[in-house]
């Protein structure tokens, strides 16, 4: 007997551990398939991949492995692509291409490994494009430079290498030393000139005969008209754009030592402008509102819009050209996006006690007897043992002692994408429906019921909002709802009861930082007791003598979101934020600047205002002086009773670029010295006059000292990054050398540099 007894319990245990296990397989007993998915608990996906492969071999008709098998190959090909696209993004090129290859050695038909493939081949020719655009620039091939760069980045807008070259040409080009003029060496001579009401023509032919350069002039330009200059030290280049800015002309280049010039008027500018026409691919923004934009700056001549390609092409002059391909590069970007991955964990607990003891609630008996009508004591004479027919409870006595402990988690792990400022929306549970009765009255009364669909479970709604400084914005409301019970309406219809629970916040919080939203509670606790009448109300019997029956239940929702941003706008530059836009009349044009001039030594009135100086108002009315020190200054001041120091400097220097800073002491007496000390940033200038690097510079002016009343100091910038930077004097004494007496000396303003 005890042997079978023994055989019984082992099949049980036997068939119990065989559900448990065909439970935790869920359902199948592939041993690869139960590996892969203890290897993707581990977190390896790339050997879990390699046994659910396998067990899809071996089972090839298994929906559960086939379903799971997809879902790893997609987790690990999104991981392995994004290591290669990182990579590439990075520079990397080579690691990139290896592991391009090895996806494709895998899936030799993978479409997105082959355009992997050929865009680091694209790369690598855009890279050494850039290196030789970088070596034209060395050789300042400014023009050359920019082509080629321009050429990169129209095949590539985001190309990084093409984008740092281009902000670098974009700083050269709106230096004050460099013009979009192309011409002879002799160009750039130095001389210094002086006109009294000369002729315009006459002035031309002495600018042709000193730089070699041939001038064409427009049929309607007055050559006849009268123009006065003086000009110490400076280009010809620079004299030219004076000449012309002032008299209202300008100039198109013919070849490298021709310029045609012309009256700058808007009939003029239309027969001699050259104009181009660009096509600008719009990717990420409506190419509406991009031409709106352009149109309202740039002033476009022509613009077509060809919605369906999202494009525009425009008809405008090369430097309008230009201002709108950089409007366009800093416009037209991906519009920001984040990753929200989102917990959802819902924890249930209830716990149910059923104590004591049981009794019958109620006693019956039957009555066998005849009464007599309406005589009670008769009633009472014929109530005997023998009449009583049958006698006994309603229900059995029992105790209980019953508990119930119910535990439930319910885990909801979604990840989702989703633009800036675009709502996601996750929704886990159900649709629970309801009917709704319709009666067509009639004969024969028809009745329908049409289903309405309600939401249940947990409802997630996120707004989130990126920052420039990779702070995520969100807006979340959250919503817990679940049905309790039905409740009966008119005409037998029902509706269910929904209880719901709300949250809903703004939050900010960092890239890759976690939220917890937790306390969503509802907590109920009920007693029942039932027991004898009369013996619950006493102490001390209530406790033996009843029946408590206590359910305690716990429902909790937890929500931890942690938003990852994929892609952001990128923190333009000093250079993007601001550049040069031209003129109101011509947008995109060059500045028309000069180069560094020293104080009192240039003038320049047309139609014969100039004052000129007595060696100019003989014969020749019109001077050309090679040394500066031959021409006498007509424009000197008187000296100021109190010295002032002044102090030029560039207001925009290049990184790693040179340059100079003027210092002159003014209205002084002849026999006065001023000491002054002149400050920069040793981090990012490097003074060049071979003392130390502390910064600072104590400089001595007077008419014995070696350097007179005025004094120069090259500086070179050595920092890394763009920026801005201060020059300013301090401590400046002044003493009379006669008298002995200290004399106040007037300081300059700080000189502010832009550093590009």
């Not at 492969?53 to 929906?63: G, L």
Request: net charge neutral; hydrophobic share 40%; charged share 25%.
């Amino acid at each position: 007997m005890r042997s079978w007894k023994t055989i019984v319990l082992i099949i049980l245990f036997t068939m119990t551990t065989g559900c448990a296990v065909n439970n935790k397989t869920f359902g199948t007993r592939n041993i690869a398939f139960s590996d892969g998915q203890k290897l993707i608990a581990e977190g390896k996906l790339e050997p879990a991949l390699r046994k659910l492969e396998q067990a899809a071999r071996e089972e090839p008709a298994n929906r559960e492995i086939r379903t799971l098998l997809i879902r790893v190959r997609d987790e690990v090909m999104g991981k392995l692509f994004i290591e290669a696209d990182n990579l590439r993004n990075s520079g990397n090129l080579d690691q990139a291409e290896q592991e391009y290859l090895r996806i494709l050695n895998e899936y030799p038909f993978h479409e997105r490994a082959k355009e992997g493939i050929e865009a680091v081949k694209l790369e690598r020719r855009h890279i050494a494009a850039v290196d030789a655009a970088r070596a034209l620039l060395v050789r300042n091939d400014l023009r050359g430079a920019e082509t080629m760069v321009r050429a990169v980045l129209q095949e590539n807008p985001e190309q990084s290498h093409a984008r740092q070259l281009i902000a670098q040409i974009n700083s050269n080009l709106s230096r004050p030393e460099v013009t979009d003029l192309i011409l002879e060496s002799a160009f750039k001579k130095s001389v210094s000139m002086e006109f009294k009401d000369a002729d315009l023509r006459s002035v031309f032919e002495i600018m042709s005969r000193t730089a070699g350069i041939n001038f064409v002039f427009d049929k309607d330009i007055r050559q006849d008209s009268k123009i006065s200059i003086f000009v110490r030290d400076n280009t010809i280049e620079d004299i030219l754009k004076l000449i012309l800015t002032t008299n209202q002309l300008a100039y198109k280049v013919l070849n490298n030592n021709s310029l045609l010039l012309y009256p700058n008027t808007p009939a003029k500018l239309k027969d001699y402008q050259e104009l181009v026409v660009r096509s600008f691919q719009i990717a990420h923004t409506d190419v509406k509102q991009m031409v709106a934009m352009v149109r309202g700056i740039v002033k476009a001549k022509d613009i077509y819009v060809n919605e369906q390609l999202n494009l525009f092409i425009m008809r405008d002059t090369l430097e309008a050209i230009r201002l709108t391909e950089r409007l366009v590069s800093l416009n037209d970007l991906a519009e920001p996006e984040v990753v929200l991955d989102v917990a959802i964990l819902e924890i249930s607990r209830a716990n149910t006690f059923l104590l004591g003891p049981n009794f019958p609630q109620s006693l019956q008996f039957n009555y066998a007897g005849s009464a007599v009508g309406g005589a009670p004591a008769a009633l009472i004479s014929q109530f005997n043992m023998p009449n009583l027919k049958s006698f006994g409870m309603t229900s059995e006595a029992k105790i209980d002692f019953l508990q119930n402990l119910s535990i439930g988690d319910v885990l909801a792990n979604p990840r989702i994408r989703v633009a800036n400022r675009e709502k996601a929306k996750i929704h886990v549970g159900e649709k629970r429906p309801f009917f709704t009765a319709n009666v067509q009255p009639g004969i024969n009364s028809i009745v329908t019921s049409t289903p309405t669909f309600i939401d249940l479970g947990v409802k997630l709604d996120v707004e989130p909002r990126i920052g420039s400084n990779n702070d995520v914005t969100m807006k979340i409301t959250l919503e817990v709802s679940s049905s309790t019970q039905n409740v009966s309406g008119p005409g037998g219809a029902t509706a269910p009861l929904v209880v719901t629970r709300n949250a809903e916040t703004l939050l900010t919080v960092k890239d890759g930082e976690t939220q917890v939203l937790a306390g969503l509670i509802q907590d109920s606790d009920t007693t029942n007791v039932k027991g004898l009448a009369g013996l619950l109300n006493i102490p001390g019997l209530d406790r033996l003598f009843s029946n408590q029956d206590v359910r305690r239940s716990k429902n909790e929702v937890v929500l931890l979101i942690t938003p990852r941003i994929v892609r952001n706008l990128p923190n333009p530059t000093n250079l993007e934020n601001e550049y040069h836009f031209g003129t109101a009349g011509e947008a995109g044009k060059l500045p028309v600047v000069i180069q560094k001039t020293g104080s009192q030594s240039l003038a320049i009135a047309p139609a014969g205002t100039g004052t000129g100086s007595a060696a100019a108002r003989g014969s020749n009315p019109f001077a050309v002086a090679r040394e500066v020190s031959d021409v006498p200054n007509p424009f000197a001041n008187v000296a100021a009773t109190t010295p002032t120091l002044t102090m030029q400097a560039p207001t925009t220097v290049g990184l790693e670029k040179e340059f100079s800073v003027n210092v002159r002491l003014v209205g002084a007496k002849p026999m006065v010295n001023t000491e002054l000390q002149l400050n920069y940033e040793a981090s990012v200038l490097e003074a060049l006059d071979g003392g130390d690097k502390s910064g600072t510079r104590t400089i001595r002016l007077g008419r014995d000292q070696t350097t007179g009343l005025a004094t120069q100091i090259r500086f070179k910038v050595i920092a890394a990054n763009p920026g801005i930077t201060e020059i300013n004097i301090h401590n400046a004494t002044a003493e009379d050398l006669e008298t002995g007496e200290s004399i106040e000396v007037m300081l300059p303003a700080t000189a502010t540099i832009n550093i590009k």
